[in-house]
């Protein structure tokens, strides 16, 4: 199964899972079956209409999948999603 | 049979520029026999001093392989063919003089770096720095001539300003309108508990002129805006981005495309840190990595958040480290390259960035955006009450 890296502002909403592995082909699929198992992380990364936020960077490996099929980019069980929101925090 | 010897050991010359081209083309070594007093005055880069008295003892270790091609140069080229003829009795088989030496060198234009320019208090004080091929005393002049703003003088800042500080970076200047305040103190090793209550700044300032007397601090006692961004960074070379908010990364970032300064930006949350470095138009902005910055209530900064203080030191001395890389034009600094930093796992992750050909900032038909609009987002004050370093 593709691995799914959790940022520290999703932790909360995976009980402080940094990595979660789920099932899916297609990044898009993945990112999917993570809001089916830990719903509250769906705000975060989709809008209403089901697109990519665009304050959240997705990267399957070192790439951002904007530059590759975006959410139809293909995916194997090796690969490692990351999810990539902003932060700010400099000295809080 | 004398002759047979002197024969054996004539000593081959090269011209100074055939030595400058040899030099460019790498794979050679370059040993200047001369004492520390001539090399401090002027000398090769890349050159490796041994004095004459010392070529027997130090120049194995200088040079290990007896069949590296090695040049040997002294002020006119007597005392080096002395220690040319010294190794080949050694047995190093590819070894010449650079004929005239570096006044010959010297004579014909060829580049020099100097130690002139600094101070006998200089010299000693950064003389790790001088004695890496890398800076040395050219490269340190620069960090001496360089001018740093530094945005937040909190968390990330404060360390960035220390090492920076020591490194000689001729000016600092410091934007941040907070005081000292008890709870900083676990992160923020500029300031002390004797100052707390003081402006940040003047805390900073104190730290830094007790580390070292050759820095200049300025300070920037306010909160930056679209009406005062970019006076304030118009005389910095670069900018080191430690702010806590969204709406300051986007208008230091809007401000620095336009005038054109690079950014080291760095940023903390809890036992995770991020850093990139953008130079405008050479990579990507700000606005290309992240085009747009999350809501209030999924945005982590607007509220309390903890950090481990070590990130603060981790991820500032990273930042310090690409401003000295920019000033000096060694290395690779991150520029296209975003590095994450776990701590509790202790793992670096380095994703690509790319430029966003519909960047409204830095892309190919980006509009020049009035000043007012400068890091402008809808309802981009109202969403986070943040401000510069706190």
């Known amino acids: 199964m593709p691995s799914v890296r959790v940022p520290p502002v999703l932790r909360q909403h995976t009980g402080g899972a940094t990595e979660v592995s789920v099932e899916g082909e297609k990044v898009g699929a993945v990112l999917q079956a993570l809001v089916a198992e830990h719903p509250d992380t ?6 209403e209409e089901g697109e990519l936020n665009r304050f959240v960077n997705v990267y399957l490996n070192d790439e951002d999948v904007r530059v590759l099929d975006g959410l139809d980019t293909a995916v ?8 990539l929101p902003a932060m700010a925090g400099g000295s809080l | 049979m004398a002759a047979e ?12 520029q055939e030595a400058f081209q040899e030099i460019e083309d790498g794979d050679v070594v370059l040993i200047d026999t001369r004492e520390p007093y001539e ?13 004459p008295a010392m070529l027997a003892r130090q120049i194995e270790e200088a040079v290990p392989d007896k069949s590296t091609r090695v040049l040997v ?9 002395t220690a040319v003829e010294q190794m080949m009795a050694m047995g190093y088989e590819d070894v010449v003089n650079v004929a005239g030496g570096i006044l010959d060198w010297q004579a014909q234009g060829l580049p020099v770096q100097s130690e002139a320019e600094l101070t006998d208090e200089q010299r000693n004080r950064y003389s790790r720095h001088t004695l890496l091929p890398e800076v040395g005393a050219a490269g340190q002049v620069k960090l001496l001539e360089a001018k740093v703003l530094l945005l937040g003088a909190g968390g990330l800042g404060a360390p960035t300003a220390l090492y920076l500080a020591a490194a000689g970076i001729g000016r600092i200047g410091l934007v941040d309108d907070d005081v000292v305040d008890a709870s900083n103190l676990q992160r ?4 002390n508990t004797k100052r707390i209550g003081e402006p940040k700044t003047a805390s900073a300032r104190q730290t830094i002129e007790e580390l070292n007397p050759d820095v200049e601090v300025v300070e920037h006692n306010y909160r930056l805006n679209s009406g005062n961004i970019l006076e304030t960074i118009a005389d910095y070379d670069i900018v080191v981005d430690g702010a806590d908010n969204f709406p300051t990364r986007y208008l230091l970032n809007d401000a620095s495309v336009r005038l054109n ?5 760095a940023s903390i949350l809890s036992f995770d840190g991020q850093i990139s470095t953008f130079v405008p138009h050479e990579g990507p902005c700000y606005r290309c990595l992240y085009p747009s910055p999350p809501p209030p209530e999924l945005a982590p900064s607007c509220s309390a958040n903890g950090v481990l203080g070590v990130m603060a030191g981790v991820m500032g001395l990273l930042q310090a480290n690409e401003v000295i890389k920019l000033v000096l034009g060694i290395g690779e600094p991150l520029v296209g390259r975003l590095l994450l930093y776990e701590a509790l796992g202790t793992r670096f992750t380095e994703l690509k960035v790319r430029r966003d050909p519909t960047c409204p900032i830095c892309g190919p038909d980006a509009e020049e955006v009035p000043e007012s609009e400068l890091g402008a987002f809808p309802d981009y004050e109202a969403f986070c009450g943040g401000h510069v370093g706190s």
Do not use: W
């Open chain 2, 39 to 51: 090399y401090a005055e002027a000398n090769i880069e890349g050159g490796k001093l041994i004095p």
């Open chain 1, 76 to 83: 194997s069980d090796s690969d490692t999603i990351m999810i």
């Open chain 2, 5 to 16: 010897i002197k024969e054996q050991l004539v000593v081959q010359e090269i011209t100074a």
């Open chain 2, 188 to 191: 923020q090793v500029i300031h």
């Open chain 2, 73 to 81: 140069h002294c002020r006119s080229g007597a005392r080096s063919a």
């Open chain 1, 42 to 47: 769906k705000a975060q990364i989709f809008s």
């Open chain 2, 261 to 265: 300064k690079p950014v080291v930006s």
